[in-house]
């Protein structure tokens, strides 16, 4: 963890109901870094981005936005929520939802102007979604309405781009679609981006670094050091194989009966 | 020209009245209205209506002006709501089952004492279906001024509840005041609601609020859009209502004009038909083929 981190994560945990989510998760990201935030369903990735965004209180810890305490309301964090479920007769078109990025929080009426609306036209042409600017959010397939989101959230400038689950439910065209746009975003406008996924193939192009979450505790580095099988037992806190074939990377339980005291005997050195 | 406007229609002093309180009413109702469908309120906005009868005829019974009933108890009831959460499930069984319940019952109470001690047999009816000809003058002020507070707080607070309505998570990282937002929007609502329910009665002013708002919602594509075809629409079934509620003093039975809130309610429904009857312009869209599953273990 460095000083220049644009974001960290210091020793944070959070406790809900009796139930321990996060325990002492401690990471950095840096200025134009694309970070994977991988692992399965439940592991606490939704309550991770939540606390770096502020919706969530953490029970102890600390996280810091360029080197001091976040305050509980920051806008240079974009953020593109899970899912929308926005009924088709929500009355806002692609072009709203954009411009909404720039000044949904304010209060008051605004005037139109020519200069906001290049704005918005650049940031769709951006991220590709152009071709249905007058559509309704509403009526769009689940990667369309990722795309708008994405520019969206990026309209504003924000240095870190947070997205939870953005390529869930989507085909395979449109999820390589979504990458390719983040990954070329992210270098482009220097935006750290943190994108959480269960399955981390998708991003193997785009991935910096790998913050691979399970049962509430992280370990991060590069993709290589993390996605081992002693690292990655240790975190599930059972005994896991990693597979690599043609390139991908399947992380699989092992089958009952594996000895988990093996397991968790080894030591890799890059937790936490 | 005569077989429209009957002779003195122009000429009348409650026409003038309440073409003036009623234009100025229906732009309000379709403007919050438009909101309250967006956030999927229209079960609140229903649920003040129930309790505003309560209070019209509580106010009646006592002998105020029932706008202030309405606007009290509509209020009270609204902070009530954010009180509950009638947001969540669970919120609105609570009120469907107890509290709209128990406030027509009470409603109901009032209204029969009410008939017993007053000579106004007609009391009853204004509360529960309105009496745009029948508006106190001294009332009106009150009723602009109310519906100028209420498009004021919407419109300040138009793009929060838009951008709420999009992901309240958003909002709220964004440093929007959510639960705040939403309170405000609800007495705006309740407002809204109380002068509907002295054009077109406490029972069916809902119909003024949701009725343009959800035709204009297939209509228009963008919110300033929907936002002015709602107000149009609203306004149109209160002056076209105005109009056949005064030619109808010449119908069978002859001398007993039909009630406005029938004319309004009626041109509504009708015009949310029409717009329904039409084929949706795109078909749904395509839900997306489930990506491959998570090779993760858990």
């Known amino acids: 963890m460095t000083t220049n981190d644009l974001l960290t994560l210091d020793h944070v945990s959070v406790r809900l109901g009796g139930r321990e989510i996060l325990q002492d998760v401690s990471f950095g990201i840096q200025a134009g870094q694309f970070t994977g935030l991988i692992g399965p369903n439940g592991a606490g990735k939704t309550t991770l981005l939540k606390v770096i965004l502020g919706l969530q209180p953490v029970t102890s810890g600390a996280v810091l936005l360029d080197g001091s305490p976040r305050s509980p309301r920051d806008a240079s964090i974009g953020y593109v929520p899970q899912k929308l479920g926005i009924e088709p007769d929500m009355p806002l078109r692609v072009k709203d939802v954009v411009s909404l990025g720039l000044d949904g929080h304010k209060f008051g009426l605004r005037l139109p102007s020519r200069a906001r609306r290049e704005l918005v036209s650049d940031m769709l042409t951006a991220v590709g979604a152009q071709r249905y600017a007058d559509a309704r959010i509403g009526e769009l397939s689940g990667g369309e309405q990722q795309r708008v989101m994405i520019a969206h959230a990026l309209i504003s400038r924000p240095k870190l781009l947070l997205l939870d689950e953005p390529l869930a439910n989507l085909d395979i065209s449109s999820e390589q679609g979504i990458v390719s746009v983040l990954g070329r975003l992210a270098r482009a406008e220097r935006v750290a981006v943190l994108l959480s996924a269960h399955d981390m193939n998708p991003l193997m192009p785009v991935m910096d670094r790998i913050v691979y979450v399970a049962a509430g505790r992280v370990a991060v580095g590069d993709t290589d050091e993390v996605v081992q099988p002693e690292v990655l037992s240790r975190l599930y806190g059972q005994h896991v194989d990693v597979i690599r074939v043609h390139g991908r990377i399947l992380v699989v339980a092992a089958p009952e009966g594996v000895d988990e005291a093996e397991a968790a005997a080894e030591d890799a050195g890059v937790i936490r | ?298």
Request: aromatic letters at 10%; a positive charge; hydrophobic letters at 55%.
């Open chain 2, 1 to 298: 020209m005569h077989y429209v406007f009957e002779p003195g229609f122009f000429a009348s002093g409650p026409v003038h009245v309440a073409l003036a309180v009623g234009t100025v009413v229906a732009i309000t109702s379709a403007v919050v209205g438009v909101f309250t469908v967006t956030r999927g309120q229209s079960f609140a906005g229903h649920s003040l209506a129930d309790i505003a009868t309560t209070g019209g005829s509580g106010a009646f019974l006592v002998g105020v002006n029932q706008f202030w009933g309405y606007l009290a108890f509509g209020a009270g009831a609204a902070a009530f709501m954010e009180m509950i959460g009638i947001q969540r499930r669970r919120g609105r069984d609570v009120a469907t089952g107890v509290v709209l319940g128990a406030a027509l019952g009470l409603a109901a109470l009032f209204l029969y004492l009410g008939t017993q001690y007053s000579t106004t047999t007609g009391a009853s009816f204004t509360i529960l279906f309105g009496s745009i000809f029948v508006l106190t003058p001294s009332t009106v002020p009150a009723l602009i001024a109310s519906a100028l507070l209420a498009l004021a707080t919407v419109a300040a607070l138009a793009r929060v509840l838009l951008l709420t309505s999009l992901s309240p998570d958003i909002a709220a990282a964004r440093g929007v005041p959510v639960r705040a937002v939403g309170a405000a929007f609800l007495m705006a609502l309740a407002v809204s609601v109380a002068l509907s329910a002295m054009i077109i009665g406490a029972v069916l002013s809902t119909a003024l609020l949701i009725g343009p708002a959800a035709t204009a919602l297939r209509l228009a594509k963008s919110p300033v859009r929907a936002a002015i075809t709602a107000a149009v629409l609203g306004v149109l079934a209160i002056w076209i209502g105005i109009v056949l509620a005064y030619d109808s003093f010449y119908w069978p039975p002859a001398g007993r004009g039909w009630p406005v809130s029938f004319f309004v309610v009626t041109l509504i429904v009708g015009g949310y038909l029409i717009t329904y009857l039409r084929r949706d312009r795109q078909s749904a869209p395509q839900e997306n083929v489930d990506a491959e599953q998570a090779c993760s273990p858990a």
